[in-house]
């Protein structure tokens, strides 16, 4: 029997390389062995990619395979520039095409199609690098009431992003936005329970497939950051979450229209707060979800019976199809 060769892209020139590895693996151990021949492709911080140690080119890395199963995460690979890559070299890949990577990977382009699709996003304003910086921050503390949230507008992982309660601390927090790109989301800020919601295409008879959402519950004093999803000190994550029955199926809609929205494909996760009186706000769409052990899609898959070893099957299935 002929086994389907998979590459495992991981790693990458982003500041997600070290989660991305983990997710890489996860997928390198879970895919069934009886089924695939699984390829590892590491792509290090400098964007050059390797097999078996060995530098090589990307279309030389392809050759080899029948399917990508892209693992990686952030600026790179989750922007559309490596599906690019793979869609100039013919390469089927899991995860959406190069350009609605593009678009849900950017948090303004996100937001403006979210809001022609009718989904409730929180006030904001972008800032550019350059720009009189002085005068946006006056501007900006005129427009929206304290505190705020500051945000890179093509970073994931919640990395560079800050809540900021002062004028100073806004200072600051611009500062280490601007360390991602060039430039910033500012928003209001929404107080209100944290949800999270996996969407899965071609799942279970359904077209689009919504996992139970998630209510995601930070360290106190904290936010759904980087610390509190990859640190020692993990966000509490409640699986089915405390929310109505109402709430539940909203979530679930939203997170669908989302994925519609953005033209994503095979799978995403889209995050929310829900307010207890001007509703269901989202804040961004994963195009790409982490999958290691401590990742929210594989927390929402074990509650509803199914492992990940099967979704990865699935997802594979899908790309080979071309769905």
Known sequence: ????????????????????????????????????????????KQGVWHVGGIQVEPHTALEHVDVVFNALHGQYGEDGKVQHILEFNGVPFTGSNSFASAIGMNKELSKNVYKKAGLKTPQSRLVERGH?????????????????????????SSIGVAIVKDFTSFSE??????????????????????????????FRDQVHYALPPIEVRPPKGNFFDYKAKYGEDHAEKIVPGNFTEAEKKELEKLAILAHQALGLRHYSRSDFIVHPRRGIFILETNTLPGLTQDSLVPTALASVGSSLSHFLHHLVELAISRK
């Open 1 to 44: 029997m002929h086994k389907i060769r998979v590459g495992v892209l991981r790693g990458g020139p982003s500041s997600e390389y070290d989660v991305s590895l983990k997710t890489g693996a996860a997928v390198l151990e879970n895919l069934s062995p009886d089924i695939y021949h699984a390829r590892d492709i590491l792509i290090d």
């Open 132 to 156: 009189d910086l002085e005068n946006e921050r006056r501007e900006i503390f005129k427009l929206f009431p304290l505190p705020l949230v500051v945000k890179p507008t093509a970073a994931g």
């Open 173 to 202: 927090a611009l500062e280490e936005a601007f360390k991602h790109g060039d430039t910033v989301l500012v928003e209001e800020y929404i107080q209100g329970k944290e949800a999270t919601c996996g969407v899965i295409d071609h």
